[in-house]
């Protein structure tokens, strides 16, 4: 067919418009290729195990209790989040001194991005000590404590709660310490969930502060068995457990005398580490204005060792075997203090005023229970001694906490790339 356009307008580009009927030039083949390169496999990010340890903190409600106690009011650049960080970091890594806290936490320096932290300073960290308010910490330390209580308790189980303090020895190197008569320093009051193996308050005070005085502070929850020893002796703190559907089980004082007016039959005497010798209800025997209306069983028990007990409590359901043994549990308390006296820093402190005592001791707690919550998420079963070493040795490693006693993978992002990533490869199409 013959066209009527000139051989100029013939297939120009552009001109579509003028070529509709017009034959169409033959397309000419061009050979085309695509040249490719492997990349190298990316990493994918993963946060260290100091960061993954930090997470149960919630940072929103954090920044509101700094808020509400003004805790950024005398260190606007050094934060409370700052300061709690390097607090908890000389927790776990074992550094006892600030030169020491601040030489190796900025030895990471890359991970102070994902942190939220920055560079430390040991004059700005000491002022900080002594001035940041206490409560910030406490708060803290209060939030993680019901966490870790609802994650940690088993439902159907009978709530105990143990009371206990330990002293924190100062030396002569704190010159305002006072003296009680046995130590010059403070003392750690705790009240403990043996069930969940997590303490629920805890409270610094001076070491001429009587046990009782913390002890009467302490909210009664009806339906729980309180467990401490003959230093919580008094007779209206009793009567207000009693009162509010609560037991206790305690040691009883030689001084204070009692009368038995009913036996009760033992069914079963031995016990596991005790025997039982006597279980009677009782009536105080007072000479003075001294009254107390209630209830009272008096249990006398011989241990293995040969030493004799006398406990007393309100709990008239309960049988000698169970009160015996529910009061040897007081035992794990104990073994808590010598825990965080042994694999927590509240020996040597970063600063010597009574401030700074009082944020590392809380620190210290913090530090326990985010061990507790990452063994519990991450279904941890070793040692609780076994993960915090292991803790403090990987704490700026960025691998997963539920493998933290495993070797290292190879690649943790992707398999292992088959083909040499210098390797070329020419796709033809």
């Known amino acids: 067919m013959r066209s009527d356009l000139s051989p100029q307008a013939q297939g120009r580009p552009g001109n579509d418009s003028l070529c509709r009927g017009a034959c169409s030039a033959r397309p000419r083949q061009i050979g085309l290729f695509w040249l490719s390169r492997h990349r190298r496999p990316s990493m994918r990010y993963r946060d260290s195990i100091f960061g993954r340890l930090l997470e149960p903190i919630n940072r929103r409600q954090f920044q509101s209790t700094v808020d509400r106690l003004a805790g950024d009011a005398y260190d606007k650049s050094f934060k409370s989040w700052d300061h709690l960080i390097a607090l908890i970091y000389a927790q776990l890594s074992g550094s006892d001194s600030l030169r020491g806290v601040v030489a190796g936490f900025n030895a990471h ?6 942190l939220g932290a920055g560079q430390l300073s040991r004059s700005t960290l ?8 206490v409560g910030v910490f406490a708060q803290t330390f209060a ?3 019901a966490m870790a209580s609802r994650q940690l308790r088993s439902e159907g189980t009978e709530m105990v709660r143990l009371i206990d303090a330990s002293p924190i020895p100062l030396g002569k190197v704190c010159s305002w310490a006072r003296w009680n008569g046995r130590i010059r320093g403070m003392k750690l009051h705790v009240v403990y969930d043996p069930k969940s193996d997590v303490p629920n308050c805890v409270e610094v005070t001076p070491a001429t502060v009587n046990d009782i005085e913390i002890g009467r502070q302490v909210p009664i929850q009806a339906d729980t068995t309180y467990v401490f020893d003959k230093g919580y002796c008094r007779f209206d703190w009793w009567q207000k457990i009693s009162d509010s559907k609560a037991f206790f089980i305690t040691r009883a004082k030689e001084r204070i005398r009692f009368r038995a007016f009913k036996h009760r039959p033992l069914r079963k005497r031995e016990g596991d580490g005790f025997k039982i010798l006597a279980d009677d209800e009782v009536k105080l ?3 003075g204005d001294s ?5 009272l069983r008096r249990i006398k028990l011989r241990r293995e060792n040969g030493g004799l007990i006398t406990l007393l409590t309100n709990d008239l359901t309960r049988t000698a075997i169970e009160i015996a043994a529910l009061y040897k549990t007081r035992w794990q308390i104990e073994l808590l203090f010598r825990w965080i006296k042994q694999h927590l820093d509240i020996r040597k402190f970063l600063g010597a005023n009574d401030n700074a005592i009082r944020l590392q001791v809380l620190a210290a707690m913090i530090a326990y229970l985010l061990l507790r919550i990452a063994a519990r998420a991450n279904c941890i079963k070793m040692l609780p001694l076994r993960l915090a070493e292991l803790v403090g040795q990987l704490l700026f490693t960025r691998r997963a906490l539920a493998t933290i006693d495993q070797p290292p993978p190879v690649n943790p992002s992707h398999r292992k790339c088959r083909t040499s990533p210098n390797q070329m490869e020419f796709c033809y199409g």
């Open 291 to 295: 009254r107390l209306p209630i209830p």
């Open 143 to 145: 939030t993680l404590s």
């Open 126 to 133: 000491s002022d900080a000590n002594a001035r940041r308010p």
């Open 109 to 114: 320096s890359q991970h102070h991005y994902h």
């Open 285 to 287: 025997i007072s000479k």
